[in-house]
């Protein structure tokens, strides 16, 4: 049995119940809200409506989040902890960078020699973060809530150098620890093709990746390539309908479980209970299913209706997300 780390400590890898794989709870811009903090309001305010969120989500059936909020969008995980505090629901919190283009100032005025193996000070924090834990943190027994996931992305503008130096450092420290890696994509230029051949580079176990947001698009060519070389897919953004709509999203899970895949397939909404990137409250009038819930309440029942076993559904709400998370207790290699 391995154990595994949530935001209240570790718990036993059967305890998962059902994992939404890549859900945020708070996306913030600190400086912003540091210097202009009048949306935001009052602390507590923000902090009961997101375990309200969370509680409404654990009666819905589901039991554990993987929050993959890294820096570049706003974590602070003490506030996690607040959160974590209200509720029964298990949260997984993330390590890791997450940008498009140019990584912060710090790290770029910080960039390691290009000969001579020094460490990057990036797989330095994520390891930390891993192995002590995030600083300003103690789960109930008094130690620092530890990262159970890495995160790091590749958007439109694709590898620049910045983004590839990111990628290599999360690689790096999950070689290190043996932590799992899971990305924000941009699936419609293929950029989970250009997250695997890094991370081959670096000599990373496909199958201990989620390549993030694969299900923003109907190309079975192209995640059928993820998929042969044994990473998990993201269908990880149920109501996202600028992308794929949740018909769409429903339909191309049902042929990839009549194909056989249903074990390298994980689900969730990419969704928050506040994204200060975006003015208003969720969820929002012209995205009326973007909320921790769609699954619950529409895709499950979908799902079924399309044709997906009740068994297929749990291999990818149980099994995938608990072997997936499990596999950072077979250490670094
Ligand atoms: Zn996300």
Known sequence: MTMIETVRGPVPEESLGRVLAHEHIFVLSPEIQANY?????????????????LNELKASGIDTIIDPTAIGLGRYVPRISE?????????????????????????????????????????????????????GTATGDGRKVKAGVIKCATDQPGLTPDVERTLRA??????????????????????????????????????????GHCGDTDDLDYLSKILEQGSYLGMDRFGIDGYLTTEQRVGVIAELCRRGFESQ??????????????????????????????????????????????????????DNPRRYLASAGKGGY
């Open 265 to 318: 397939l994980v689900l969730s909404h990419d969704a928050s209970c506040y994204i200060d990137w975006i003015a208003g409250e969720l969820p929002l009038g012209p995205l009326p299913n973007w909320h921790y819930l769609h699954i619950s309440n529409d895709v499950i029942p979908a799902l079924l209706g399309a044709g997906v076993s009740p068994e297929q559904v749990d291999v990818m709400l149980v």
């Open 83 to 135: 959160v974590a505090a209200r509720t029964e629901l298990n949260i997984v919190v993330a390590t890791g960078l997450y940008t498009f283009n140019e990584l912060p100032h710090y790290y770029r005025g910080r960039r390691p020699p290009r000969e001579g193996g020094a460490v990057d000070i990036l797989t330095t924090h994520f390891v930390q973060d891993i192995a002590e834990g995030v600083s």
């Open 170 to 211: 999360c690689a790096q420290a999950h070689r290190q620890t043996g932590c799992p890696i899971t990305t924000h994509t941009h699936a419609r230029s293929e950029r989970g093709l250009d997250q695997q051949r890094v991370f081959t580079e670096e000599g990373v176990d496909l199958s201990r990746v989620v390549i």
């Open 37 to 53: 903090p009048e949306e935001w309001g009052e602390e507590e305010t923000r902090v009961a409506q997101a375990a309200d969120r």
